[in-house]
């Protein structure tokens, strides 16, 4: 069974502080790691894929197989950084559907 | 505008109503997707298709039935509708063949059950 936890449900920091939205996950093959944004009012969009090891709006997120954990994190926050990310999971088989996360709601203060 | 689309956005029912919900994509894909949001933001796959054959059922009550009558469209019929139906319904669409692996939503139906 694959299964993603992200313990914090809100998280607020204040602009140009440093943010780390955390993750783990749950899977015995060789999973892929996303994260996805909902700003507000918008529908859900990647921010990230592990395999690519990028750098997308100053987000980055490596993945620790050994702490089995995909982490988010920025260094100085903006305040359009106010979001709902979902941390998902992406194992084997025909569909690849995702297993999501429960969310962590970021909002950055100003 | 390439994207995946939703009808209707906002959806109010009263229980022991059959409905549903379309989604279309023309972005070429060829996997498309209904997820489930409920009141507490939790995302959950439902149903997933792949040239229009059904290749993911996540033990979804058999009042939901979806139907894909071609690559493009997905959509999802709910009889005998009940309270706990109440959440928020995504379309998502997938090449299967790409090397992203990334799903692409649509704007998401909100589903209330009065």
């Known amino acids: 069974a694959q299964r993603v936890t992200q313990p914090e449900k809100l998280l607020s920091v204040f602009k140009g502080a440093p943010v780390e939205l955390k993750c783990n996950y749950s899977y015995s093959g060789s999973p892929e790691l996303f994260w996805y944004v909902q700003y507000s009012r918008q529908r859900l969009q990647l921010l990230l894929r592990h395999i690519s090891r990028e750098s997308i709006k100053g987000f980055t997120a490596d993945l620790n197989k050994g702490e089995t954990s995909f982490h988010l994190k920025k260094p100085f926050a903006q305040e359009e950084d106010s979001a709902m990310y979902y941390c998902?999971?992406?194992?084997?088989?025909?569909?690849?559907?995702?297993?999501f996360g429960s969310g962590t709601q970021l909002t950055v203060l100003p | 505008d390439t994207a995946v689309s939703q009808t209707p956005k906002y959806l109010v029912t009263q229980m022991g109503n059959d409905k549903s919900i379309k989604c279309e994509q023309n972005?070429?894909?060829?996997?498309m997707y209904w997820y489930k949001q409920d009141s507490k933001k939790f995302l959950k796959i439902m149903f997933s298709?792949?040239?229009?054959?059904?290749?993911i059922n996540e033990t979804v009550p058999n009042r939901f039935s979806p139907k894909s009558p071609d690559k493009a469209h997905l959509n999802l019929h709910i009889n005998s509708l009940e309270l706990g139906d109440s959440a928020v319904y995504f379309c998502a669409s997938r090449h299967s063949g790409g090397a992203r692996n990334e799903q692409f939503f649509g704007p998401g139906t909100r589903l209330t059950v009065l």
């Open positions: 972005l070429g894909h060829d996997t």
């Open positions: 998902a999971l992406s194992g084997g088989g025909s569909a690849r559907q995702l297993t």
């Open positions: 298709y792949n040239n229009k054959e059904l290749i």
